[in-house]
């Protein structure tokens, strides 16, 4: 975990840039990564990283950071404290108004399932397999 942390702060907390080579170098050398280019090369690695995101995507995952735990998904920097909140009482989510919110109709609905192998990269794949639904509010 305490990698995680060191790359949420260094991305939201300090704002730098995920894309950029040398801010990677950078964020690489606080996590104790010697080689970037051999440890991201890595057959291993790669397979994690797809098996990772496929399973992201079959859970109904959408964006970082998203942490599913037992089936509830938080979704959010904003959402990190009710997490935490929720660790120690599962409880909190189980009342009335909870419920009402939690069955509000969605605006979008993304399909779980895997990511498939064809040509198209994710990010179409997920605009593709949204069903864009009114909120009758």
Request: proline content about 4%; aromatic content about 6%.
């Amino acid at each position: 975990m305490k990698s995680v942390g060191i790359i949420f702060d260094y991305l939201w907390s300090e704002g730098q840039d995920a894309q950029d080579p040398d801010s990677l170098r950078i964020l690489a050398d606080r996590l104790g990564v010697q080689d970037l280019k051999t440890a991201t090369g890595d057959e291993a690695v790669k397979m994690a990283l797809r098996s990772n995101t496929e399973e992201a995507c079959a859970a109904g995952v959408y964006g970082v950071p998203s942490f599913v735990i037992d089936g509830v998904s938080f979704w959010g920097d904003d959402m990190m404290e009710m997490m935490l909140e929720w660790l120690d009482d599962p409880n909190i989510l189980d009342d009335p108004e909870s419920h009402r919110i939690a069955n509000l109709p969605a605006a979008a609905v993304r399909p779980r399932r895997g990511v498939s192998g064809n040509s198209k990269n994710h990010a179409s794949q997920a605009v593709e397999g949204m069903e864009l639904k009114s909120i009758g509010l």
